[in-house]
């Protein structure tokens, strides 16, 4: 059971918008920014969104995030087919010693 | 360019220990955390701990206290991820990343797949 909540899957044509939510507490996401993570099939994660809705270089505009009291959510526009892949959403959860925690991700098919 | 490179695929049986390396290269190696998160078959990413490469300082996820031990190589900009008593649900790969305290993790290294098998 991870901390924070994802969809276990999601959908889209190619062309379509796509949205990701992420739902965690006042502990985590409600106080703290929210880095978004991109697995490509039997690859290593990569950074894909930070502090909230900051693009690291070389990530296409079509992907943006925005974060709202305690959900943060991923959209995707403009769907490509290489847009297939498992999203994970991560924060940091304040508690006696903290630590970072992930949502359970959400695998996203492009039909 | 930035890389991280791990040391290759362990099978190791029940109670044992197990050593992951991560060499570092394209940076300065004292100069941003590593950290370290596994992934079973199948499964979502899972914080181990992190660690500043600079003082050697480290911190561990609640569930790998007394477990886990991050250390490095400065010399050679390698960090360290031991696991200690190992047992079957401890198979998944490993993987290290670089980043801050934001949480910009990247990039990542390739993963190394340790398996625990009798």
């Known amino acids: 059971q991870s901390v924070l909540t994802q969809p276990p899957s999601a959908s889209g044509t190619p062309g379509q918008r796509v949205t990701i939510s992420c739902s965690g507490s006042?502990?985590?996401?409600?106080?703290?920014?929210v880095n978004w993570y991109q697995q490509l099939p039997g690859t290593a994660p990569k950074l894909l969104i930070q502090s909230n809705n900051q693009r690291p270089s070389g990530v296409p505009d079509r992907f943006s995030a925005s974060k709202s009291g305690t959900s943060a959510s991923l959209a995707i526009t403009g769907l490509q087919s290489e847009d297939e892949a498992d999203y994970y959403c991560?924060?940091?959860?304040?508690?006696?010693?903290?630590?970072?925690?992930f949502g359970g991700g959400t695998k996203l098919t492009v039909l | 360019q930035v890389q991280l490179v791990q040391s290759g695929a362990e099978v190791k049986k029940p109670g044992a220990s197990v050593k992951v390396s991560c060499k570092a290269s394209?940076?300065?190696?004292?100069?941003?955390?590593i950290i370290w998160v596994r992934q079973a078959t199948g499964q979502g990413l899972e914080w181990m701990g992190w660690?500043?490469?600079?003082?050697?300082?480290?911190a561990y996820a609640e569930k790998f206290q007394g477990r886990v031990i991050m250390t490095r190589n400065t010399s050679i900009s390698t960090a360290y991820m031991e696991l200690i008593s190992l047992r079957a649900e401890d198979t998944a790969v490993y993987y290290c990343?670089?980043?801050?305290?934001?949480?910009?993790?990247?990039?990542w290294g390739q993963g190394t797949l340790v398996t625990v098998s009798s």
């Open positions: 991560a924060s940091w959860h304040d508690s006696m010693s903290g630590s970072w925690v």
């Open positions: 006042s502990s985590n996401i409600g106080r703290n920014p």
């Open positions: 394209g940076y300065t190696f004292s100069t941003k955390d």
């Open positions: 990343t670089r980043g801050s305290y934001i949480g910009d993790f990247s990039p």
């Open positions: 660690m500043n490469p600079n003082t050697g300082n480290a």
